[in-house]
């Protein structure tokens, strides 16, 4: 990987869900560490996977990883970090004021942007201290998804901006003491983040256009916040062995395309590419080899050989996504929420099934949460009879949400009280709140039709949904004013009359897993998935490609899980010779439910 070669200090990871970040961050923090150097590896994902990749139970501080002399891995937990914070803000006056005051004070921290300046404050530590990683040679970030990545590395500016301009020693957060104490240190941590001799940004990608496009909108932004130093890495670029095999050249296509109409803010980005293997990188040895292309006939070492894996068997596939469509129609309204790991075809399925309801006449809404939508890309500006499209704008919902806040809980007070919710108001965290909302009206539009949620990827709606009770008490302490569509989220969530969840994922070891996890903690939150759906599977194909047989072979363990330990109710999509962008491509996927969707 040439990034490695002349590499900085330090290392971020950046791109899409789902293209390989944490594969491609775990590999350079092993062959640094293999090459003599001593480096921690931290993930900012709450939805981190590091443990699994690398063979190791990590936690919050950093562990020392047995197998590789020299590395050491941390996950950044958002729960814990946001204890260990409010702790440390309220901590210091139990005792010394009355338990009302520190009752009140331990309210105040309870938000729930606490979570994310609590983690912020730990990431910055990690990166603008350099006493508290003084013995390592590196520190690599294996970051979340590109919408949560960019809010995290825009928080440095923001809060600083935030606080140069409070004036009241108060905000959303609570009192600023904490934040102010450490004004210095986050505008190191702006400093780190944009110089060349101490950071790289590695823009991970796959040879396809979606992905692309998102890894050129992250470098734009990112340059835009003085983060220059960028490196592009292509990762998992296929090439056909079998050129008889259509699937093989409709795959290398595709990828050809992809590359060939790179976005110009990627075209002068120093490039390293990472060649497709056969199956999921899972273990120290595999990613020591990763990156790096084997001989002619010599397949990677993965976690298991293909001697050891499952033969293809037909007869045991799930059925295609068309009998759940059917299912789904029956209930009429409703809301339909496509969760999972980024990168696994949320945006894809949500698409498909909003489509097809329209198309059997109902009336239905197509929405998303995440920050990184892609959901225009999905139905590609056409448009379809009974179905509308929108997205939840964090900027749009957030002057909304601000003006109204300003016209009911501020018509009756003074200048001053004025100035002071105005101010209250400017704070970050204040996009959370209105994005929640506007994530709350969608869901309660379910009672009239059908409202498809493309959600954002699994760690972000986790605490997007566990936030109710803090939202709660955040926009009553502002407004005074409790919104119907947010009193009544949490119970149309858990009906699943109402509401049905819909876990998409691969079949493959981490997709599957990371999904297995978002179903505990829904059912922690009494919310009981509907449905899974398997995205992108090969085994209903039939290849004579020696790659894509082995990837097919590999990826049966992983169905069996799913069907015979995740969930009751289990449907597949094949993988698509034609990408399922616009009418041609949503209607051969969705070719099994017998709609023709260009007729429309």
């Known amino acids: 990987m040439k990034f490695l070669e002349q590499t900085t200090r330090n290392l971020f990871f950046t791109g899409k869900g789902g293209v390989g970040k944490t594969s491609v961050a775990c590999a350079a923090s092993v062959q640094l560490a293999d090459a003599g150097k001593r480096v921690l590896l931290v993930s900012t994902d709450p939805a981190s996977n590091l443990d699994e990749v690398l063979g190791t139970p990590l936690g919050h501080h950093p562990t020392v990883v047995p197998s590789v002399p020299g590395l050491s891995a941390m996950n950044l937990d958002p729960e814990q970090s946001a204890a260990e914070y409010r702790e440390r803000m309220v901590g210091p006056y139990r005792g010394m004021l009355p338990a009302a005051a520190v009752a009140s004070m331990e309210e105040q921290f309870s938000g729930s942007c606490t979570l994310e300046i609590a983690a912020f404050d730990e990431f910055s530590r990690l990166l603008g201290d350099a006493s508290a990683t003084r013995e390592f040679d590196h520190v690599i970030f294996d970051t979340a998804p590109t919408g949560h990545t960019l809010r995290l590395l825009t928080l440095p500016s923001a809060w600083a901006g935030f606080m140069d301009k409070n004036t009241t020693g108060t905000s959303c957060l609570g009192p600023l003491a904490g934040l102010q104490a450490k004004q210095n240190l986050y505008k190191d941590t702006v400093i780190a983040l944009g110089d060349p001799n101490i950071t790289t940004l590695v823009l991970v ?47 290398q296509r595709r990828g050809e395309t992809a590359m060939e109409s790179i976005p110009k803010e990627l075209v002068s980005l120093p ?15 595999a990613l020591r080899s990763f990156g790096h292309r084997p001989a002619s006939g010599v397949s990677f070492q993965l976690a298991t050989t293909p001697s050891q894996l499952e033969s293809p068997d037909p007869t045991f596939l799930p059925p295609l996504l068309g009998e759940l469509i059917v299912e789904l129609a029956e209930k009429k309204h409703g809301v339909i929420l ?42 590609a500006g056409e448009t379809f009879a009974n179905l509308s499209v929108s997205r939840i704008d964090p900027v749009a919902e957030t002057a909304k949400y601000s003006a109204e806040v300003m016209s009911n809980a501020g018509g009756g007070l003074d200048e001053q009280g004025k100035s002071l919710l105005a101010e209250d108001l400017r704070s970050p965290c204040t996009e959370e709140i209105a994005v929640f909302r506007a994530f709350a009206d969608a869901v309660a539009q379910g009672s009239d039709g059908f409202v498809v949620l493309d959600t954002a990827p699994t760690g972000h709606t ?23 569509s947010v009193e009544q989220l949490l119970p149309r969530l ?64 992983y169905i069996r899980e799913v069907v015979e330990k995740q969930s009751h109710r289990t449907v597949i999509i094949p993988w698509q010779i034609d990408p399922p962008v616009g009418k041609i491509g949503l209607e051969h996927l969705l070719k099994d439910t017998e709609l023709s969707i260009a007729s429309s």
């Open 205 to 251: 990608a796959r040879a396809e256009e979606t992905a692309l496009r998102e890894a050129a909108r992250t470098s734009n932004e990112l340059a835009g916040l003085g983060v220059e130093n960028q490196h592009l890495v292509v990762n998992g670029v296929f090439q056909a062995t079998d050129t008889s095999d259509p699937y093989a050249l409709a795959m």
């Open 271 to 285: 490039r390293t590419i990472i060649p497709l293997t056969g199956g999921g990188i899972l273990g120290v040895e």
């Open 338 to 379: 496509a969760m999972g790991k980024g990168g696994v075809g949320k945006t894809t399925v949500a698409a498909a099934v909003a489509v097809a309801l329209a198309k059997r006449g109902f009336t239905v809404h197509l929405s998303t949460t995440d920050p990184a939508a892609h959901i225009a890309a999905a139905v």
């Open 462 to 484: 986790v605490l997007l949904l566990d936030s109710a009770l803090a939202y709660h008490r955040e926009v009553t302490r502002q407004s005074n004013q409790m919104p119907e």
């Open 494 to 557: 858990r009906d699943p009359d109402f509401t049905r969840v819909l876990i998409v994922t691969l079949p493959e070891a981490t997709p599957v897993h990371e999904a297995a996890s978002l179903q505990r903690d829904l059912r922690r939150a009494e919310i009981e998935p509907y449905a899974w759906v398997i995205n992108q599977c090969l085994s209903p194909l039939s290849f004579s490609d020696p790659l894509l047989q082995e990837r097919q072979r590999h990826e049966q363990s």
